[in-house]
Nanobody, 115 residues
Framework: QVQLVESGGGLVQAGGSLRLSCAASGIIFTINAMGWYRQAPGKEREWVADITRLGGTNYADSVKGRFTISRDNAKNTVYLQMNSLKPEDTAVYYC?????????WGQGTQVTVSS
């Protein structure tokens, strides 16, 4: 059974930092891309960042220069270091893994940034 377990969310003041983690277990196919999405109340889920198996990264313009995505292939884990957080970063953050066969979503972790 595949499980993606997220951690690291919480409440932080504007300008603060958080580090999200998402560890996968039970995946038997090669994980190609790993990524993060977020969904704020009343809004659609939006893409935040992704990283390829070889380490190539892409970021949404809204987080570029503040967030850093990284991965540990040996641990099937993806991280999102979030610095200089803003109230508009408040959302539920979801990890997303794409394998050669299908894709998987984490359960989501709440990030709340107070002004």
């Amino acid at each position: 059974q595949v499980q993606l377990v997220e951690s690291g969310g919480g409440l932080v003041q504007a300008g603060g930092s958080l580090r999200l983690s998402c560890a996968a277990s039970g995946i038997i196919f090669t994980i190609n891309a790993m990524g993060w999405y977020r969904q704020a109340p009343g809004k659609e889920r939006e893409w935040v960042a992704d990283i390829t198996r070889l380490g190539g990264t892409n970021y949404a313009d809204s987080v570029k220069g503040r967030f850093t995505i990284s991965r540990d292939n040996a641990k099937n884990t993806v991280y999102l270091q979030m610095n200089s957080l803003k109230p508009e970063d408040t959302a539920v953050y979801y990890c997303h893994f794409i394998t050669t066969i299908t894709n998987y979503w984490g359960q989501g972790t709440q990030v709340t940034v107070s002004s």
